[in-house]
């Protein structure tokens, strides 16, 4: 399989690994207000994108740098990190379940050994950066993967939870790409940093939402 078309793989949101079911917190954000255009949602998207994405990347970035050497004694380490830096028990408990079904799906699709080495429910970056590692992948692949997915998977939640122009939310993610690009770079640039350096820039509101739509009885998507 050539690398870009691994990458794509990845990023792809018919992906059978379960983000379709979320909305990055989307919902919950437009829900309480927050979000009510497409000036808001993109500012949402560059927010997300800007913390829990950049986040996320690293560690998809620090798990792939380590899968390459095929060496994963860091890996519970890195979960651990990762837990850290996610304070809401719903948003902890959304990154394990995307990632056991992340893993799932790379096991079906590209079988490798090192899927079995990462625990009963491993963390969707964790998981992310080992699958592009087996696809023949580097550290800025997995970190630009997670981020594409993140960003694409909260802006397609936007034509179910809002009245939107499809092709103002796609104008918004064309506006994204250099950003992302940018995130990326960045996040690969941890890859092989002591976990405890990698970086912890939070979203408090959205930890705070998560919370409060789980308790809610009436949503479209789990988060």
């Known amino acids: 399989m050539g690398k ?74 890195l979960e651990a990190e990762l837990d850290a830096r996610i304070p809401s028990p719903e948003l902890r408990n959304v990154s394990r379940n995307l990632g056991r079904q992340l893993r799932r799906a790379m096991e079906s699709i590209h079988p490798h050994a090192d899927y079995a ?47 939107v122009d499809p092709f103002h939310v796609h104008a918004i993610l064309a506006r994204a790409t250099a950003r992302l690009d940018r995130l990326a770079d960045t996040a690969a640039s941890y890859a092989d940093r002591d976990p405890a350096d990698l970086p912890a820039g939070g979203s408090p509101l959205s930890d705070i939402a998560a919370e409060h739509h789980r308790r809610s009885d009436v949503r479209l998507f789990a988060s």
């Open 4 to 77: 870009q078309a691994a990458l794509l793989l990845l990023a792809d949101g018919r992906l059978p690994a379960g983000g379709y079911a979320h909305s990055g917190g989307l919902e919950p954000a437009v829900t309480a207000g927050r979000v009510t255009d497409m000036e808001g949602l993109e500012q949402f998207l560059i927010g997300r994108a800007e913390t829990a994405g950049l986040i996320a990347a690293a560690f998809a970035a620090a798990a792939c740098a380590r899968a390459v050497r095929d060496d994963l004694s860091e890996m519970p380490l």
């Open 117 to 163: 080495k990462l625990g009963n429910m491993p963390h969707q970056p964790i998981v992310m950066g080992v699958a592009a590692a087996a696809l023949g992948l580097g550290p800025g692949d997995a970190a630009l993967a997670i981020l594409h997915e993140n960003n694409s998977g909260a802006a397609a939640a936007a034509a179910k939870v809002m009245r």
